[in-house]
């Protein structure tokens, strides 16, 4: 049977691998074992936490009491006592009034735009949001209008066109590419005078940014007002994995009825749960965890002659995706792994290495590793983007 263009299915399968070979995208799957030794400057465990002793003994105590799995859904018999615990805290870090738990951050943005927009409505999207947010934003059905990065004029600007429709604009807290911070305020501000949901994902910014950690959102006094709805992640900061909404009851209320996402997904499993819900209290009793963060990306970013980020991860920009990848290899070479964006998932199609902020390594062993960092960024002509790199949007 022949696919699109006149080739057969492997034939076309094929053209597309070569195709990514051939402009560096190729992307593989590296299984890790168990006892790699190697320092991870790459992930998103920001704060170290989950290896945490007591995180790992929450999650496998809640593993022995509830099981392997949720064994439902929410509404039918999935949601457990321990989600219901982990709102609450989530809650209380975030100071927002209320929580809804789901399986990941995925789900979350996708469960909140799907839900609260619809065809009868409109969503401005910053042109740096999550590929969760594009998603959820195509799936809406809504008309979707794409503005310039940080570019309140311009939110502006689409939501004067709503024409009486309920309007929602997408942003995140600190930007998972560049790791700059959203105009929060301001955005807030505008949303208000046009009576328009500011929905605020903040992957990179709950456990490392703004007062101890509890988030951009809270720390500009943004926590307590009802048309700005938060998502999160649970498998960054705290270690674990999952994802949650944060806003009004009314809001939460509607997406329990409502929500695809949520409704028909098995609930977050006990362990994630309960890692999660132990990497909270240890969140609030160590404050010094994200300080830690901060100090070290600012560090960092100062030695590499890049702006400082608002969150943990530290974006260099590269002359191309093979110098990326040859750079991410050379740290590999000595002990060290780092990320690696290249297009896609770069909003503005310049490959970066994407090295990651974390408190679980000790004073020795960060130092080495920024060290390598620094050494092969240099060597490998970071901070020149070559010319006739395109966006991904």
């Known amino acids: 049977m022949a696919a699109s263009g006149g080739s057969s299915w492997p034939e076309w399968l094929a053209a597309q691998a070569a195709e990514r070979a051939a ?18 400057l790459a992930g998103n465990d920001y704060l170290g936490l989950g290896r945490h002793p007591e995180v790992v003994a929450a999650a496998a105590a809640a593993a022995r009491t509830w ?3 949720a064994g439902a859904s929410r509404l039918v018999t999935g949601t457990l006592a321990l989600h219901d615990e982990l709102e609450t805290a989530l809650a209380d870090l975030t100071g927002r009034p209320a929580a809804l738990v789901t399986s990941t951050g995925y ?7 799907t839900a609260l927009a619809g065809r009868d409505a409109l969503v401005v999207s910053d042109a740096h949001v999550h590929a969760s947010l594009v998603d959820a934003a195509r799936l809406s059905r ?3 209008a794409v503005v310039p990065h940080a570019d309140v004029a311009a939110v502006s600007a689409a939501l004067a066109g709503a024409d009486g429709r309920r309007a929602m604009v997408l942003t995140e807290s ?28 903040e992957a990179h910014g709950l456990g490392v940014a703004g007062t101890d950690g509890r988030g951009l959102v809270h720390q500009e006094g943004l926590a307590q007002q009802e048309h700005v709805v938060v998502t999160a992640t649970l498998s960054k900061a705290l270690g674990a994995q999952g994802g949650a909404v944060l806003g009004s009851p009314a809001v939460v209320e509607h997406l329990v009825n409502r929500a695809r996402p949520f409704i028909f997904d ?15 209290e240890v969140l609030r009793r160590e404050p010094a965890l994200p300080a830690l963060v901060h100090d070290r990306i600012t560090a960092l970013a100062g030695a590499l002659g890049v702006e400082v980020p608002a969150g943990a991860v530290l ?5 191309s995706p093979q110098a990326a990848l040859a750079a991410q290899a050379a740290a590999r070479e000595e002990g060290v792994l780092v ?12 490959s970066r290495l994407r090295v990651t902020a974390t408190a679980g390594l000790g004073d020795a062993d960060w130092a080495r590793a920024a060290g390598v960092v620094g050494q092969v960024a240099k060597e490998l002509g970071a901070g020149s983007p070559g010319p006739g790199e395109q966006g991904a949007r």
């Open 142 to 144: 809504a008309e979707v």
């Open 315 to 319: 974006s260099v920009p590269m002359p």
């Open 266 to 280: 098995t609930g977050l499993a006990p362990a994630a749960a309960g890692g999660a819900l132990a990497a909270i």
């Open 174 to 201: 600190v930007f998972s590419v560049l790791g700059d911070a959203a105009p929060l305020l301001e955005l807030a501000g505008v949303c208000a005078s046009y009576g328009a949901l500011l929905v605020v994902d």
């Open 23 to 40: 402009a560096g995208l190729q992307r593989s799957l590296r299984p890790r074992p168990a006892d790699d030794d190697l320092l991870d």
């Open 107 to 113: 789900q979350a943005n996708l469960a909140v735009v």
């Open 67 to 69: 099981g392997a799995g």
């Open 339 to 350: 990320g690696c964006f290249r297009p896609p998932s770069v909003p503005d199609g310049v």
